[in-house]
Every structure is written in structure tokens, then in C-alpha cells.
């Protein structure tokens, strides 16, 4: 579904990635794992349009795209979940997400979406009118995973969706993951610094470290990693102890 070939990306002089390849397939979920810095939300927003491309190519669905405009990039089947959210405080729950359906036309279609998004996130629709501003954390990150939802997306691209939330609320992100993955049939890279979720919803795994990939295998197997379960799950190698 999407191939990423060896991509190099710079932020002015900086070099951001360095030959970083990876591929999702349909219907799965990918994660990547690294460090602050190491370049995962570079990744998704090389692969959004939102970054330029200095080598390298990306496809997906049999066509190329880097180099493709944000807009382009959306009506082809891809959204991004940026990270910290960036939801439109001052605008109602519904208003937020019907400007995830921008590129759609047909009115019963968007209804029909956001009934969907409702079932997903019911508090969504419960606080339909109330401004997004006034939502919790937790509820902000539903309403931005609801609004790119809203584009009816082939590819989810998800930054961080748990970052700064109570147990509760990362355990009920976490299933709202799962559901949109196998419901909707809904490919997903996901971008997580809590690594037992990350492993908990994904299938497969990169890990990068100063913009390279460093590791690729299966969630479990990565879980069984001693430089994985040292760095990401705060376990102790045992045979120093």
C-alpha cells in the first residue's frame, strides 16, 4: 500500500532522515519507535506533503507522490493526526469535524460519516455544539482522530494520539485504534512514545534513532528485543543484574 524508499529529508541544512525505507500494507498497523528527535513525526509529515523529499520516493497505491501538494495527498486516501492535536478551539465539536470532510460533496455521505465518527467517539456527539477548546485532552484527541476520519481515509497517519493523557484515556484511545483498523479497514502508521501501546495495537514495528532505521521486525518480536525492552519498556537486561 505504501513504500517508503530511501528517503533523505533536510530542515534547511539539517539532515532530518537519512535513507529511511519502510512499507505499510493494506490493513495493517505499523508503528514507529524512537527518541525525541529521531525523525518518526518528520516521517509522517514527509509522507502527508507537509515536508519536501531531497531523495528518495514514496508510492502508495501504485502511484508516486512525494512531491504531491497536502490537498492532493488527502483526496488520494491519506490523513494525518498531527501531534499536541491542533484542533480549532473557538469552533464547535461538529463545526471541527466537518472540516475534516472539506474535500467531500454529497451531503448524505458526510452525515453518514459523522455518524460514524460518532459511534466511535460518543462524546463526540454529545458535545456536538460545545466548543472544541473546552473538551479535555482526551476528548480534543478523539476529535482530531474524528476530523482526518472525516476525509474517509485508506491511510490513518497518527502522531503521538496518547501523549499527555490519564491511563484511562490512553486505554480507551488505544481501543478506538483497534477498532478504527479493523472496522473500517483502515491502514495505520502509528507515531508513539508509550511503546506497550504502540506494541499492544500494531502488527509491525520500525525503530529509529537519529534518523535512520535501526530495527524492523514484528511488534512481538521487537517486544523481545533487549535493546527494545531496555530503552522503550524500562526493562533491565538480566543478565547484568
Sequence with gaps: MLSLMNLDVFYGDAQ???????????????????????????????????????AGEIWYDGQRIDGLSPQVIVAKGIAHVPEGRQIFGGMR????LLMGAYLQKDPGKIENELERIYTHFPILKERSNQAGGKLSGGEQQMLAIGRAL????????????????SPRMVQQIGKAIMEIN????????????????????SQRGYVLELGQVVLEDSSNNLMQNDQVKKIYLGEKDRKNT
Excluded: C
Design 16 to 54: 532530518a532522515l537519512w535513507d529511511v525505507s519502510m512499507e505499510v500494507h493494506e490493513g495493517e498497523i505499523v508503528t514507529l519507535l524512537g527518541s525525541n528527535g529521531a525523525g518518526k513525526s518528520t516521517t509522517l509529515r514527509t509522507v502527508s506533503g507537509l515536508v519536501r523529499v531531497a
Design 93 to 96: 465539536v461538529k463545526e471541527n
Design 150 to 165: 472525516m476525509a474517509r481515509p485508506k491511510l490513518l497517519l497518527l502522531d503521538e494520539p496518547s501523549l499527555g493523557l
Design 182 to 201: 479493523q472496522n473500517r479497514n483502515v491502514s495505520i502508521i502509528l507515531v508513539e512514545q508509550n511503546a506497550r501501546l504502540a506494541f499492544k495495537t
